[in-house]
């Protein structure tokens, strides 16, 4: 959901513009008192504004703040504050480098836009403007009517009427006034989308925001950077289409998108990434390898594996495969649907029915294909009788699962909406719990590292004071499983973010996010409690006591979605993937036709020995062959020539270091069988 906020009456679901005015008065004192949030108090006298109150609490706070909140609520730095019963008012400011500060920023910037446009076009109409925050591509956008259409060539020029206002360093300004007034100024104007929008959202007075000496103002919440002076790294990104309301009978717009940091060098390194990541796109590279396809007329999210992009998922599939089998993890294949009530009973359909493929009935029975591979296990589990001698029962499968995703939602591989999970569910007495953790922290750890992502953040996420959310489990349940999680990290010496509040309301969690090679932060796999779903299925073990007793549940995933762990992966090496995962490890690559007979025989003793592996026998320049294969990236080139043949050897050619020396076939096949046995990144 793009974030809409200081556009009126999306901002707040529920709350209209009305209940946002409030000021906080009373008439019979002259004092101010007011409170920093965690900090000092004072006595001022009033009115006074909340960026000078702020400058008597914190006068560094006060220099950097973008816009503040009183008593909770977001307000421009210009926002007056009145005595209030002798009563404090608390004040915190809104600071850069914050979220809520990036917010105010970029819709800040998105209205320097609009100043800059209506300048430069007189009679432009205004749509709406918000920032955005979640969205990697751009971080503001401006949607427009102009006098005349506006190009790409455009941009520049309006950018640079956005500096010029900038420097100027003029003031944004609120005023409430009457709707009728407001809908009169928007009508002078001739802006009738913005006349319709105060006449549906506004209340009886409505707040409008001026940029001073510019001709700008538009009906908005904000709040605001206090003047433009604040606004020093944005730059506008590209133009595309819109409807008014993203309706397609109403009015075409233009709409304008751009970015704004807090400072000059991050723009700079974000847009020294974006270009880093628009080389690696996994849609593009996955197209010019043939590893992947979607194709929209079958159905959108749904990931087609090509025979390239099927290798190195098979590749990925037998590595976890193994160290399932190594860990003691039984492998195991469960149904791609079953009966509504196992939905039921697992509270999916209650909590997730929204992610759900609809029901399809047979022989009058209802039947929903599965948004998670949990409830499965568990039948697995439920199908006899459990001692404390079976446990733990350790569960692993690649289950694919369906998600009705809208198709907004959907990209590339990263969103999806079938994918394979690799998923694993431990079932284990409290007494056992520990270790298992401290090994899913060991197994995870140890698979990151495989696929060379050596900064991995881990982050602990707990229930915390936070009472607001409905928890499951008992409080001590929640102190055994939270320290069961934080011993697995810390017996591990590893360094992980405690966050408060952010658990499962079904139990802690333990996440896995790495940074890729060009600094991106991608969430992966999970280690979670469970205190719920052994409640719902009544799971049991007979204890030492012979009594029945309820086994703990963990979720475990390292991957997370193949789909998306291969996007990532496609982007974090580029396309270039190291010799075990390349679906061609070895191009054979003869200079001349005669060549043919003995790159043949090469290929297949490489074949025998168990490498993947294609010769070009086309009749082309060798130049051409080595520029193919390095195209696709692939590990080695053996280049075959006479000499070669005479004295039985192959010419290698490694495609970083390019040629690496002429040797025998046995010396190349031990070299490379070396580095896919270590999974090594490099080769040679
Ligand atoms: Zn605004
Ligand atoms: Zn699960």
């Not at 944005?234 to 289409?241: H, T, V």
């Not at 568990?378 to 995703?405: F, N, W």
């Not at 006479?642 to 192959?650: A, K, L, P």
Request: aromatic share 10%; net charge negative.
């Amino acid at each position: 959901m793009e974030n809409l906020r200081g556009v009126p009456g999306f901002s707040f679901p529920g709350l209209s513009i009305y209940d946002y005015r409030f000021t906080i008065y009373a008439t019979d004192m002259s004092e101010v008192n007011v409170k920093l949030k965690g900090g000092a108090g004072a006595q001022i006298p009033g009115p006074v504004t909340v960026g000078e109150a702020l400058k008597r609490l914190d006068r560094d706070a006060a220099k950097q703040a973008l816009a503040a909140r009183v008593n909770g609520r977001e307000v421009d730095l210009a926002f007056s504050l009145n005595t209030q019963n002798g009563e404090a008012i608390q004040i915190e400011p809104v600071l850069p480098e914050t979220r809520e500060g990036l917010d105010v920023l970029r819709h800040s910037t998105a209205h320097l836009l609009a100043a800059a446009v209506l300048d430069l076009f007189p009679g432009t109409k205004l749509g709406i403007g918000p920032a955005l925050l979640d969205d990697p591509r751009y971080g503001f956008f401006y949607d427009v009517i102009t006098p005349r259409a506006l190009t790409e060539a455009d941009l520049p020029i309006i950018e640079k009427r956005m500096r010029d206002i900038a420097k100027r360093n003029l003031q944004y300004r609120r005023d409430e006034i009457p709707k009728s007034d407001a809908i009169r100024i928007f009508q002078e104007r001739d802006e009738p989308l913005k006349c319709a929008l105060i006449a549906d959202k506004g209340s009886d007075t409505v707040s409008v925001y001026y940029i001073d000496g510019s001709p700008f103002i538009d009906f908005c919440l904000g709040p605001h950077v206090p003047n433009t002076n604040k606004l020093r790294a944005f730059k506008l990104l590209s133009l595309a289409g819109a409807y008014w309301m993203g309706d397609a009978t109403q009015p075409q717009m233009q709409r304008i998108y751009g970015t704004a940091f807090f400072t000059p060098a991050e723009l700079e390194a974000w847009l020294k990434q974006r270009e880093e990541a628009e080389k690696r796109d996994h849609r593009r590279l996955g197209r010019e390898l043939d590893l992947f396809s979607i194709q929209e007329q079958y159905g959108q999210g749904l990931i087609f594996w090509h025979p390239k992009g099927g290798i190195i998922r098979q590749q990925m599939e037998d590595y976890l495969r193994e160290e399932l089998i190594k860990r003691n993890y039984s492998v195991v294949y469960t149904p791609h649907i079953a009966k509504r009530e196992l939905w039921q009973i697992s509270g999916h359909e209650e909590n997730y029915g929204d992610s759900m493929f609809a029901p399809t009935t047979i022989e009058e029975v209802e039947f929903r294909l599965k948004p998670m591979n949990c409830p499965m296990h568990i039948a697995i589990y439920k199908s006899q009788q459990r001692s404390y001698r079976d446990l733990p029962q350790r569960y692993g499968e690649m289950g694919t699962v369906y998600r009705a995703e809208l198709s907004g939602t959907l990209h590339g591989l990263m969103r999806v909406r079938g994918f394979t999970v690799d998923d694993a569910h431990l079932f284990c007495t409290p007494e056992q719990v520990r270790k298992e953790i401290d090994d899913c922290v060991d197994f995870a750890y140890q698979v990151l590292k495989t696929f060379v992502f050596d900064k991995i953040k881990f982050e602990l996420s707990v229930k915390g004071n936070d009472t607001s959310k409905k928890w499951l489990g008992a409080e001590e349940e929640w102190a055994v499983a939270e320290a069961a999680l934080a011993e697995g990290l810390d017996g591990r010496g590893i360094k992980y973010e405690r966050i408060e509040g952010e658990a499962a309301f079904y139990g802690p969690k333990i996440d896995f996010k790495i940074e890729d090679a060009i600094g991106r932060l991608w969430q992966l796999g999970t280690v979670q409690w469970d205190f719920n779903l052994p409640e719902r299925f009544e799971l049991e073990y007979i204890g030492e006591d012979n009594k029945p007793h309820r086994p703990v549940m963990v979720h475990r995933a390292l991957f997370g979605s193949i789909e998306r762990f291969f996007g990532v992966l496609i982007e974090h090496y580029a396309g270039a993937f190291p010799m075990w995962l390349a679906p061609v490890q070895v191009a054979v690559l003869p200079i001349t036709d005669r060549i043919n007979d003995y790159a043949e025989q090469v290929a297949s003793e490489l074949r025998a020995g168990g490498f993947r592996v294609e010769s070009n026998l086309r009749s082309e320049k060798i130049g051409a062959k080595i520029r193919d294969a390095q195209m696709q990236k692939v590990p080695f080139m053996l280049v075959l020539g006479d000499r070669e043949i005479e004295q039985n050897q192959v010419a290698v050619r490694e495609r970083l270091k390019g040629d690496i020396g002429v040797m025998s076939l046995a010396e190349f096949s031990n070299m490379a069988r070396k580095l896919v046995a270590e999974r090594a990144l490099v080769n040679s």
